[in-house]
Structure formats: C-alpha cells, structure tokens
C-alpha cells in the first residue's frame, strides 16, 4: 500500500490565485483530514470527513473548500490565496469513529506571495 | 479554548541516554492520546498512544505515562539513538459534543535532537 499520497509536495501561489491540494488514501480508510502546519506549532485541523458525501469543519476552515466524493479522495480546495495561508498541509486517513491512529501524508508546501 | 502543550520546546541527549519529553493537556474529557514523531520534511508518523483508563502503555524502547491527576503526560524513550532525532509531538482526543467523532488536537512540539 501506498498510504496516504498527497501532490503536490511544493507550491508557491500568487496572492488570489486559487488551487487544489491533492489528497489520496489506498487503505480504504473512511477517515479523512486536512491538517495545517506553521513553523514552530503544531497542527491545526482545516476540515475533516467521516465519510464519502460527508464533510465538517475543523478548527481553522476559513478560505478553504474540501470535497469527498469517493472514499479514497479528499481534495483541498484554497480559492482566493492569502499570505496567511502559507504553511505546511498535511492529509491524514484513520481506520474507525474516532481519529486514533492517523496516517499522515508528506505534506504539501505551499507559498503565498 | 482547551489545548495541549508542551513543557521543554528543546531536548538535547547524548546517543544511549534516555530521553525524556513531557505534555500537560487541560481538557479532562480527553479520554485518548497519542505521540507522534515529525522528521524533516516528513509527516507525522505514529509512535505510541494510551487511553485513559491506562496510566502506562510500553512499546518497543519507548514508554508513554499519564497521570490524569495533573494532566501530565510523558514520552520516554530508552538507549536514544541519532535517528530519534526529530520533533514530537502529543496530541489528545477530544470527543466532539458527545459523538464518536474525535478531532485530534497537537501539542506545539519538542525538538529531540540527539548527539552521538
């Protein structure tokens, strides 16, 4: 198994630009999160799913979209980039009903300037 | 806002000493916790986890402690070696408004580093 793949792994946006953060888990996890990462901190939830067809909110999900239409695939949609969003994003798929055990991409780097 | 946080943001250790990283969380709800290592430019991969009706759970060179008492929670981890070196972080489980769905909050992390 692949685990969680994430593409890309480096992005540098332009402010306003929008883009889409790939996220792909091959363990057929009904979990699934987005994370964000800033220098010296630890990770903060964006979004989250329990499902295919269910999506929520996390701690910071302001300026970004997500979708799940397959178990496998969690997109992370950003529409109008700030500088603000500049950070390190991590996807992560988990087994059951509560995000125990989460299995973490590599991230994805992105840049807004 | 409950949260987790980290006592020592810096840890260095000589190779074969044991390593001691420690977490103090608020939330008293939190019934699961977990330690993940960061390597650079990697994500977080899983080390160890302990529910809350444990006070210990060991693993392989590593040993998670919590003491609910004072909301402490410790990773140990025996004989350190340099590929040990990377950022730890704990994180806790705080079920969300009485549902199963659990949303992991993490700990701002400690910098392990380890000299041979």
């Known amino acids: 198994n692949a685990g969680v793949t994430q593409t890309p792994k480096f992005r540098i946006l332009k402010i306003g630009q929008s883009m889409t953060l790939q996220c792909t888990q091959d363990?057929?996890?009904?979990?699934m999160y987005w994370y964000r990462q800033d220098p010296g901190m630890g990770l903060k939830l964006i979004y989250y799913s329990v499902g295919a067809g269910i999506t929520d909110k996390g701690e910071v999900p302001n300026g970004y979209n997500v979708s799940r239409s397959t178990t496998e695939d969690f997109p992370l949609r950003l529409e109008l980039a700030a500088p603000s969003q500049t950070s390190v994003y991590f996807c992560?798929?988990?087994?059951?009903?509560?995000?125990?055990?989460?299995?973490f991409g590599s991230g994805t780097q992105l840049s807004v300037l | 806002g409950e949260s987790v946080g980290l006592h020592l943001p810096t840890l260095s250790v000589q190779e074969g000493d044991n390593s001691i990283i420690n977490c103090a969380y608020s939330n008293s709800a939190s019934d699961y916790f977990i330690w993940y290592k960061q390597e650079s430019g990697k994500g977080p991969q899983f080390i160890i986890d302990i529910r809350s009706n444990m006070d210990k759970r060991q693993g392989q060179r590593v040993t998670v402690l919590l003491n609910k008492t004072v909301k402490h929670l410790s990773l140990q981890i025996a004989a350190t070696q340099p590929g040990d070196s990377a950022v730890y972080f704990c994180?806790?489980?705080?079920?969300?408004?009485?549902?199963?769905?659990?949303?992991?909050?993490f700990g701002q992390g400690t910098i392990l580093t380890v000299h041979p």
């Open positions: 994180a806790e489980n705080m079920k969300a408004g009485g549902t199963s769905y659990g949303k992991l909050t």
């Open positions: 992560a798929s988990s087994y059951g009903q509560s995000n125990e055990k989460l299995f």
């Open positions: 363990m057929n996890h009904n979990y």
